[in-house]
């Protein structure tokens, strides 16, 4: 049957019958939606726990920022501006952590979870290094 401007319908190939003699049905979607991770649940505390995180990263990119203006007035109050910036930061991997294993509740493989912790001991070392310097 040939097919003119006229006679199309959107769905109308769907009915027909394909090379191999089957009938076209239109696609099924799936029934279950995607299964949300950890990182993705909805209750209050992930949400509290999300924005201090984004929060905890903007302040501390902000902080680094300044105290690279402040090198040539003072060279102590850039270490201070520093140091408080590697404890924010080590405070949002704090977040991060929680968030990763789900308060705790999830236990990932170390191997996921090397970066946080190891970044986090790391910003927690550098400030000290930063404030005794």
Not at 13 to 41: E, I, K, N, R, T
Not at 80 to 86: D, G, H, N, T
């Amino acid at each position: 049957m040939i097919q003119t401007d006229k006679d199309h319908k959107p769905d109308s190939h769907f009915g027909m019958l394909d090379c191999a003699g089957h009938v076209c049905d239109p696609p099924v979607p799936p029934q279950d939606p995607a299964p949300q991770h950890s990182l993705h649940s909805r209750s209050p505390q992930a949400h509290r726990f999300l924005l201090l995180r984004n929060c905890a990263v903007v302040s501390a990119a902000v902080l680094f920022g300044m105290s690279l203006f402040f090198v040539t007035v003072g060279q102590d109050l850039s270490f201070r501006l520093k140091a408080i910036a590697y404890f924010i930061g080590a405070a949002a991997y704090g977040c991060e952590y929680l968030m990763l294993t789900d308060f705790r509740r999830h236990k990932p493989p170390h191997r996921e979870m090397l970066m946080s912790n190891v970044f986090g001991i790391m910003y927690i070392i550098m400030g000290i290094s930063y404030f005794i310097h």
